[in-house]
């Protein structure tokens, strides 16, 4: 089992740019390690993900807008998010796999793919 914690989250204008870190408790380089969003009444949506090899996978509302990257030596997990919009307001939360494989499909896994998970940190875009 790994510990997550995220950080990283804010206000933001619409337009504007935010990076979220995910720390991880311990050597994960083997895991698969995703980034999923949540907003008050909806299910938890799957916003990016990477396998071991670095090869990543985004979701269509966040592709071409979103860079998912990892730090093994750091134990560290990014999210980069570009010009921000309303509808990206959420808790993000990373979670990771020990299976090191993320997924063959063209979306990131879903939640129940990944066995730990952070707490989460709020990004909130003013329009």
């Known amino acids: 089992q790994v510990q997550l914690a995220e950080f990283g989250g804010g206000s933001v204008q619409v337009g504007e740019s935010l990076t979220l870190s995910c720390n991880a408790s311990k050597y994960y380089e083997a895991y698969c390690m995703g980034w999923f969003r949540q907003t008050s009444g909806k299910k938890r949506e799957a916003v990016a993900s990477?396998?071991?090899?670095?090869?990543?996978i985004y979701a269509p509302s966040v592709k071409g807008r979103a860079t998912v990257s990892r730090d093994d030596a750091k134990n560290v997990l990014y999210l980069q998010l570009n010009n921000l919009k309303p509808e990206d307001t959420a808790i993000y939360y990373c979670a990771a796999d020990a299976s090191g494989f993320c997924s063959n499909s063209p979306t990131p896994p879903p939640p129940d793919w990944y066995t730990d998970w952070g707490q989460g940190t709020q990004i909130t875009v003013a329009s």
């Open positions: 990477i396998d071991s090899d670095g090869n990543t």
